[in-house]
Nanobody, 117 residues
Framework: QLQASGGGLVQAGGDLRLSCAAS????????MVWFRQAPGKDRERVAT????????YYADSVKGRFTISRDNAKNTVYLQINSLKPEDTAVYSC????????????WGRGTQVTVSS
């Protein structure tokens, strides 16, 4: 299972660090991905980190402000969000994809991030 946490109500320009804790899976065998979904919008993949943390990928909309990282010893993936904007308001969730899978093996419950202007 995956459980995201760390969301909240933040003023524009503020920072947040989201966490996604994994249990019941061998965390180090999975690429990890953060998604977000704003009301009335499609889900957006915002950041990916590979199994060993050697590579990261970001949506163009968040490059330079979002940083994904992982701690395999703690079975946790993080998303540092800086300089929050009102358009970052969304439910943020995490997902896990095994090395050779083309689909996501696990999805977590999301955490709400609300940015006030």
């Amino acid at each position: 299972q995956l459980q995201a946490s760390g969301g909240g109500l933040v003023q524009a320009g503020g920072d947040l660090r989201l966490s996604c804790a994994a249990s019941g899976l061998t965390f180090s065998n999975y690429h990890m991905v953060w998604f977000r979904q704003a009301p009335g919008k499609d889900r957006e993949r915002v950041a990916t980190i590979t199994i060993n943390g050697g590579s990261t990928y970001y949506a163009d909309s968040v490059k330079g402000r979002f940083t994904i990282s992982r701690d395999n010893a703690k079975n946790t993936v993080y998303l540092q969000i800086n300089s929050l904007k009102p358009e970052d308001t969304a439910v943020y969730s995490c997902a896990a994809r095994s090395r050779y899978s083309t689909t996501y093996n696990y999805w977590g419950r999301g955490t709400q991030v609300t940015v006030s202007s």
